[in-house]
């Protein structure tokens, strides 16, 4: 369940934002435009949740009472529709009360792990990430844990594909997903974190997710990372990475993404990037079922 806030207006949807967290504690409050909602209103909402719009967007036959001087309009979606099945009109305080009727909501983003294979020798898995960009270490963190799993490498090289793997995440959350200009980190201020955090609350932003495909085995670490942005100019990036004032600007993450892993591909528009890290342990020189481990004979591996 979730609380839905249909407006255009910044100020409409800070205020019951503010209302709606100070109520409850971890509130889940997400922002739909106004012409979002009245080209698709069914998509806009799901089973359960809380429709708060401003008055003068519904019609007078559309509410049990007459909202002229109401702060907003409520409604709630019950089980069998796909739309509140009526709406009614409430004050500032009103809200406030019908807010805290409401039973404790979970707002806890989740990272959603399918594990396609497992196996010794392979592992294939796919990740969806919602755009909360707090996720991002705890994603960077479970993708590592690969090189570990199957020795793919050790050390410095380890630590440096770490740096270049956060900063394809943050590309794809900050940069795709969210559409913030790195242009915002460079003159000092918290503009591009608050433009983030708001953004995460903000329709279309809100609604897009990150996917990642991890393919890795002894002979190496394959992550795909892909946002819902609307991508990049790939080639004139790269160029801006051999240009050392156009560097200056822009174009750093880039080449440190470059210089720290084994290869790099970008698909044409620019969303979506694949990170290679070959493996430097003995066994990759090794059929599949056989193991070279420091200490040990050559020996079949039995899974």
Not at 2 to 15: G, H, M
Not at 82 to 111: H, K, Q
Not at 165 to 170: M, P, S, V, Y
Not at 275 to 300: A, F, I, K
Request: contains cysteine.
């Amino acid at each position: 369940m979730q609380i839905l806030v249909i407006t255009d207006e910044a100020e409409f949807f800070q205020n019951v934002h503010r209302l709606s967290r100070q109520v409850i504690c971890g509130a889940r409050v997400t922002h739909i435009s106004r012409d979002t909602w009245s080209r698709s209103p069914a998509v806009s909402f799901g089973r359960n949740d809380v429709c708060i719009v401003q008055p003068e967007y519904l019609r007078m036959d559309e509410v049990e009472q007459n909202s002229q001087n109401a702060f907003a309009v409520i409604g709630r979606v019950c089980q069998n529709n796909v739309m509140p099945d009526s709406w009614l009109p409430v004050s500032r305080n009103d809200l406030i009360l019908r807010l805290r009727e409401l039973p404790v909501m979970t707002t806890e983003a989740t990272i959603v792990e399918e594990v396609v294979v497992q196996s010794p020798h392979v592992r294939l898995a796919q990740f969806r990430v919602p755009t909360h960009c707090r996720l991002i270490p705890k994603l960077r963190d479970r993708l590592m844990r690969g090189i570990q799993d199957y020795h793919v490498v050790e050390g410095t090289k380890e630590n440096h594909f770490c740096m270049a793997l956060e900063e394809a995440l943050n590309n794809a959350f900050y940069h795709g997903n969210l559409e913030i200009s790195s242009e915002l980190k460079e003159d000092g201020s918290s503009r591009f974190v608050d433009l983030a955090a708001e953004r995460e609350l903000l329709s279309p932003w809100c609604h897009r997710s990150v996917s990642v495909t991890e393919l890795v085995s002894p002979f190496g670490l394959w992550i795909t990372i892909r946002d819902e942005g609307n991508g990049f100019n790939v080639q004139a990036a790269l160029d801006r990475c051999n240009d050392p004032e156009a560097l200056l600007a822009s174009g750093r993450g880039l080449l440190l993404m470059r210089g720290f892993s084994d290869e790099l591909f970008f698909n044409p528009s620019g969303n979506e990037v694949t990170l290679v890290l070959y493996s430097e342990s003995q066994d990759r020189e090794l059929p599949l079922g056989t193991n070279n481990s420091v200490g040990t004979e050559r020996r079949l591996v039995v899974a």
